[in-house]
Nanobody, 124 residues
């Protein structure tokens, strides 16, 4: 049973930073695409970032240059370093994963495993 557990959310002022973590367990296949999505109240879940088996990354335009995705394979942990946070970054952030040898898609439907989410609030 694959489990994803996020942590690291919180409340920060605009311009601040947070680092989200996602601890993964239960994978039998090391070839995994992992991603971060977010969902604000009343809005659809939206893509934030992905990282594939070869550590190639992609970002939504809204976070490019401010957020950095990374993973520690030894710890089975995914990270999202968020700098220069803005009020519009306020959302529940979700970690997602899928075993795949191929391309890492940006749509929620591509991912079969999800964490419970961690709240990020940016306000003054």
């Amino acid at each position: 049973q694959v489990q994803l557990v996020e942590s690291g959310g919180g409340s920060v002022q605009p311009g601040g930073s947070l680092r989200l973590s996602c601890a993964a367990s239960g994978y039998t296949n090391s070839r995994v695409c992992m991603a971060w999505f977010r969902q604000a109240p009343g809005k659809e879940r939206e893509f934030v970032s992905t990282i594939d088996n070869d550590a190639r990354t992609s970002y939504a335009d809204s976070v490019k240059g401010r957020f950095t995705i990374s993973k520690d394979n030894a710890k089975n942990t995914l990270y999202l370093q968020m700098n220069g946070l803005k009020p519009e970054d306020t959302a529940m952030y979700y970690c997602a994963a899928r075993s795949t040898e191929g391309f890492c898609y940006r749509t929620p439907a591509f991912f079969g495993y999800w964490g419970q989410g961690t709240q990020v609030t940016v306000s003054s």
